[in-house]
């Protein structure tokens, strides 16, 4: 993460200096205007989802799979098992529908598990960021400020030197 905040600094470093150089303060003003609250956006998301995950982790929410990404690929429903009962061939198709019904009534999901997960949607960091770059783009619009394809290139800044930055990291 820190390493994204450096990289995101550098880059609106150099977007500053190139507004400057090849454009005007309008240019400067739409760039940090989409640029800004575009990474609060990006940092907002990760970390409501980071607390998300971790707060499940603590929990017991999320099960530890055994199988290896690679067996789950193969074989995603587990169909050909080593490990398998041989009486699983001799159930009959009654028994099955009702094990497969217990199963999905076991795997249903409460209300209050739902808005436990939707807290990460609705973390106070998205928010005031969505909050921030709707003020901007409304400031922009009502000074006839706004230039569009400044504003949108500097709203897709920030998420692809994010992706890039944890591509590399990974």
Request: hydrophobic letters at 45%; glycine letters at 4%; zero cysteines.
């Amino acid at each position: 993460m820190k390493s994204a905040i450096i990289t995101l600094i550098i880059v609106d470093l150099f977007i500053i200096t190139m507004s400057l150089l090849f454009g005007d303060e309008y240019w400067l003003i739409n760039t940090q205007m989409g640029f800004i609250p575009s990474a609060f956006v990006m940092f907002g998301s990760m970390l409501s989802y980071r607390s998300m995950v971790q707060g499940r982790l603590r929990v017991g929410a999320i099960p530890d799979d055994e199988r290896d990404t690679l067996d789950t690929l193969e074989d995603p429903y587990d169909l050909y098992d080593e490990e398998r009962k041989k009486d699983d061939s001799e159930k009959t198709l009654v028994e099955v529908v009702k094990e497969e019904r217990q199963n999905l009534k076991k795997s249903r999901r409460t209300i209050w598990q739902t808005t436990k997960d939707a807290k990460a949607s609705f973390s106070f960091y998205r928010l005031f960021s969505y909050l921030l770059l709707i003020i901007g783009f409304f400031y922009l619009n009502n000074n006839h400020i706004l230039n569009i394809p400044i504003y949108l290139f500097s709203l897709a800044i920030p998420t692809i030197v994010i992706v890039s930055v944890l591509m590399r990291k990974s």
